[in-house]
């Protein structure tokens, strides 16, 4: 009785969740209540606050719930290229930006984060979080292009964490413009070509002045 019980509230948990989803990609996060998430739920009020403390943790666990087991297969793919950095950094954007254009619920929750919820206010502690990953991402692809720098495989001129700048703003420029227009253009397509354009870029020797 009491496994059934846990069961039947992780049911509840995440059919708030998938509420939660619909609800902020449709209206926005600032424009959505608790009270909107329950109906959409079809549960109560109570029912959420047993979950959850705030809006705030619900957003929070709808992210997790999305973005940790793809964090998860980076970190394998890290291990699985320890030796070959630039291998794994187009591995790792790849895999990214081919989830974002074939899982449709993975484009759910990045549209929801980049073009429906502002950070301000009850949800600015949700972008100080945003900044720490994103500060750690920063940091995995710096280290990555100083060992290929000391492989040979990038010029030793190369500035590694202007590198990896550039990096997260071809890979967050591709998010934001496709989050905002899925018919830009192609990203299934694309994404390939765009990250090997970059990566030949950083790899060539700079040019004399």
């Given at each position: 009785m009491v496994r059934r019980t846990k069961e039947e509230a992780e049911v509840t948990r995440q059919r708030i969740l998938d509420a939660a989803e619909v609800i902020f990609q449709r209206n926005g996060v600032s424009k959505t209540t608790l009270n909107d998430i329950a109906q959409e739920a079809n549960v109560t009020r109570g029912a959420i606050y047993w979950h959850f403390e705030n809006k705030v943790s619900?957003?929070?666990?709808?992210?997790?719930?999305?973005?940790?087991?793809?964090?998860?297969?980076?970190?394998?793919?890290?291990?699985?290229?320890?030796?070959?950095?630039?291998?794994?950094?187009?591995?790792m954007m790849l895999f990214f930006l081919n989830k974002l254009a074939t899982d449709p619920r993975y484009y759910c929750i990045l549209e929801i984060a980049w073009q429906k919820c502002e950070y301000v206010g009850e949800m600015a502690?949700?972008?100080?979080?945003?900044?720490?990953?994103?500060?750690?991402?920063?940091?995995?692809?710096?280290?990555a292009i100083e060992k290929a720098k000391a492989q040979g495989d990038l010029?030793?001129?190369?500035?590694?964490?202007?590198?990896?700048?550039?990096?997260?703003?071809?890979?967050?420029?591709?998010?934001?413009?496709?989050?905002?227009?899925?018919?830009?253009?192609?990203?299934?397509?694309?994404?390939?070509?765009?990250?090997d354009f970059y990566l030949a870029g950083i790899a060539a020797e700079p040019k004399s002045k």
């Amino acid at each position: 009785m009491v496994r059934r019980t846990k069961e039947e509230a992780e049911v509840t948990r995440q059919r708030i969740l998938d509420a939660a989803e619909v609800i902020f990609q449709r209206n926005g996060v600032s424009k959505t209540t608790l009270n909107d998430i329950a109906q959409e739920a079809n549960v109560t009020r109570g029912a959420i606050y047993w979950h959850f403390e705030n809006k705030v943790s619900v957003y929070d666990a709808m992210i997790h719930r999305i973005i940790d087991p793809v964090e998860d297969k980076l970190a394998e793919l890290q291990a699985q290229h320890i030796n070959e950095p630039l291998v794994f950094i187009r591995t790792m954007m790849l895999f990214f930006l081919n989830k974002l254009a074939t899982d449709p619920r993975y484009y759910c929750i990045l549209e929801i984060a980049w073009q429906k919820c502002e950070y301000v206010g009850e949800m600015a502690e949700i972008r100080n979080r945003h900044l720490e990953c994103g500060n750690r991402f920063a940091g995995i692809y710096t280290e990555a292009i100083e060992k290929a720098k000391a492989q040979g495989d990038l010029p030793k001129s190369l500035d590694a964490k202007m590198a990896a700048v550039g990096l997260m703003a071809v890979k967050d420029g591709l998010i934001a413009n496709w989050t905002l227009d899925r018919n830009r253009f192609p990203l299934g397509e694309m994404a390939e070509g765009i990250m090997d354009f970059y990566l030949a870029g950083i790899a060539a020797e700079p040019k004399s002045k």
